[in-house]
């Protein structure tokens, strides 16, 4: 399918940069796929529209890392590093985005005065990530290093001079687990729960299931390719327990995935973990490409937020509209379209959708 598919026109003042003001007064647009009905709703009626039953939910617990860290090189010329994902042998090595690219060689050394002093040993031209050797000073690790002096990495379309006070909170989920902290980006479908909906959602009979997957900054990437399957997906670490995996297989309820990460986890789970796994842990690095057709085996509902034009998150939630068809394209743009008039609010501080 030719990438243009999945465009769209999308006004520029509907790119949120701030979140609601309430987590739970986002807008919610509800799809039900059975009556090709659509319905809006504000995202403190979930509950409600849910009701009671025995749906078994999936979420990332991820915690958003404070990835954007800044130094200076020894000619005194500032860095800005937005860390990625450490090396798996090599726990003070990770692989990062560096600025300016092009003047930081290999054997390039930055620091920041007190808290670490940094080296960059390789470069990829393909991927545009480097991977950089971390001394901290006085510290245990680079994770220390980001929570001294980083900042939270929000996407490049929020446009602002730098984080707010609120972004501390609002770019991390509720139920983010602070032992957890490997995120570059959140899992933002989930910015719209607030613990008394997890409260409500549990007291009506529904179960929650935590699972984990390291969001990356590919997940921002517009699709270059002319053709959407010519498109390299990233790749992207999960943890998923056992129970869960047991959870997801025997369900006699139905399965719903609160964002596209917990989709990708649990599908890319679905496929590779050993069929016996019922106890400990499974992880590997996702890198299943969901686009129509495609088809799902553990995910019966969907909440995420509206996304990128040209975008695999498009496209993954396009394939879930109508599973093992590409009708979903049209459906979605359709879709979109209404949303656009309503004035929901686009990305990641934005409003979210409900497919059921």
């Given at each position: 399918m030719k990438t243009d598919a999945y465009d769209f026109a999308l006004p520029d003042e509907l790119i949120a940069q701030k979140p609601a003001a309430q987590r739970d007064q986002s807008k919610l647009l509800v799809v039900d796929r059975s009556s090709q009905r659509i319905s809006h709703h504000a995202f403190s009626e979930l509950p409600q529209i849910l009701g009671p039953s025995n749906l078994q939910i999936f979420r990332n617990n991820a915690t958003v890392l404070r990835a954007r860290i800044y130094g200076k090189r020894e000619t005194g010329g500032k860095v800005e590093c937005v860390l990625l994902e450490p090396k798996d042998d090599a726990p003070l090595v990770w692989e990062c985005l560096l600025k300016p690219g092009r003047k930081l060689p290999p054997g390039t050394r930055f620091r920041q005065e007190g808290v670490y002093t940094a080296e960059v040993l390789e470069k990829s031209d393909e991927s545009g990530t480097a991977w950089v050797h971390f001394y901290p000073q006085g510290l245990n690790d680079v994770v220390a290093i980001a929570d001294t002096c980083g900042e939270l990495p929000l996407p490049p379309y929020i446009q602002r001079e730098g984080p707010e006070a609120d972004d501390d909170t609002r770019?991390?989920?509720?139920?983010?687990?602070?032992?957890?902290?490997?995120?570059?980006?959140?899992?933002?479908?989930?910015?719209?729960?607030?613990?008394?909906?997890?409260?409500?959602?549990?007291?009506?009979?529904?179960?929650?299931?935590?699972?984990?997957?390291?969001?990356?900054?590919?997940?921002?990437?517009?699709?270059?390719?002319?053709?959407?399957?010519?498109?390299?997906?990233?790749?992207?670490?999960?943890?998923?327990?056992?129970?869960?995996?047991?959870?997801?297989?025997?369900?006699?309820?139905?399965?719903?995935?609160?964002?596209?990460?917990?989709?990708?986890?649990?599908?890319?789970?679905?496929?590779?973990?050993?069929?016996?796994?019922?106890?400990?842990s499974f992880s590997r690095d996702a890198d299943l490409f969901i686009i129509p057709p495609f088809n799902y085996l553990g995910v019966d509902q969907l909440i995420t937020n509206f996304h990128l034009p040209r975008s695999t998150l498009f496209g993954l939630v396009a394939a879930f509209l109508t599973p093992q068809s590409i009708d979903g394209v049209d459906w979605l743009k359709t879709i979109y379209a209404e949303a656009i008039s309503k004035k929901y609010r686009f990305f990641s501080y934005g409003d979210a959708m409900l497919i059921i």
């Open positions: 770019y991390q989920t509720t139920y983010a687990d602070p032992n957890k902290k490997i995120a570059a980006a959140a899992p933002t479908a989930g910015l719209h729960f607030t613990q008394e909906i997890n409260d409500a959602l549990s007291s009506a009979g529904h179960r929650f299931h935590d699972l984990t997957l390291r969001v990356g900054l590919g997940t921002f990437r517009p699709v270059k390719s002319e053709n959407i399957e010519d498109h390299k997906i990233h790749r992207e670490r999960y943890w998923i327990e056992g129970s869960t995996i047991a959870a997801l297989r025997n369900s006699t309820g139905k399965r719903l995935a609160i964002g596209t990460t917990s989709v990708r986890t649990v599908e890319d789970a679905l496929r590779h973990a050993p069929a016996d796994l019922a106890e400990g």
